[in-house]
């Protein structure tokens, strides 16, 4: 059985720093392209990052590069986003998800929620 | 990159067939034959319902069929049933820097 399990989100406040990390299990995590997407109160899903098996490539959507960093561990089946410089606008439900070819998501975990607030 | 452009809201009565339409441009949707549909209700992680313009992953309802016309992708959703009211999104691999857009999303309602 297939599971993603998201932490560390909570509240934070502006210009702070959070780091979110991902636990996977029942898929070849070492073989899968990782993902976060988010999703702001109220609003639509957005693309954050992703990255590749090895973990040697990353890259990341305009809104969040040079703040976010995305790595992962692979003898751990664990995913983190280092997230930095954290502003309004970052807050949002944020998930994990798998790649299942370059281009689908087949399986979300349950999302984890980010405040920035002063 | 710009979002995809869904309509805000689709309705239709239990049974009556719906299409969300999904309208990019010719670096995404009108590009590439990599085009999703993720299904999402209220507190939930979204699913995915359709892959590759066209195709359905196991277990998803052979009511949800997708197609494409140049810049533009849809999602029909037939015999609507009211577990089908939720939110639907598409999305598109593009040939920008960063290669994943998600489309504006649509609520659909269950009349």
């Known amino acids: 059985q297939v599971q993603l399990v998201e932490s560390g989100g909570g509240l934070v406040k502006p210009g702070g720093s959070l780091r979110l990390s991902c636990a996977a299990s029942g898929f070849p995590f070492s073989d899968s392209y990782m993902t976060w997407i988010r999703q702001a109160p109220g609003k639509g899903l957005e693309w954050v990052s992703y990255i590749s098996p090895s973990g040697s490539y990353t890259n990341y959507a305009d809104s969040v590069k040079g703040r976010f960093t995305f790595s992962r561990d692979n003898a751990k089946n664990s995913l983190y986003l280092q997230m930095n410089s954290l502003r309004a606008e970052d807050t949002a439900v944020y998930y994990c998800?798998?790649?299942?070819?370059?281009?689908?998501?087949?399986?979300w975990g349950q999302g984890t929620l980010v405040t920035v607030s002063s | 990159q710009s979002a995809l452009t869904q309509p805000a809201s689709v309705s239709g009565s239990p049974g009556q067939s719906i299409t969300i339409s999904c309208t990019g441009t010719s670096i995404d949707v009108g590009e590439y034959n990599y085009v999703s549909w993720y299904q999402q209700h209220p507190g939930k992680a979204p699913k995915l319902m359709i892959y590759d313009v066209s195709n359905r992953p196991l277990g998803v309802s052979n009511r949800f069929s997708g197609s494409k016309s140049d810049n533009t992708a849809s999602l029909t959703i037939s015999g609507l049933q009211a577990e089908d009211e939720a939110d639907y999104y598409c999305s598109s691999y593009t040939s920008s820097s960063f290669p994943y857009v998600f489309g504006t999303g649509t609520k659909v309602t269950v009349l």
């Open positions: 998800a798998r790649l299942v070819t370059t281009t689908v998501i087949d399986y």
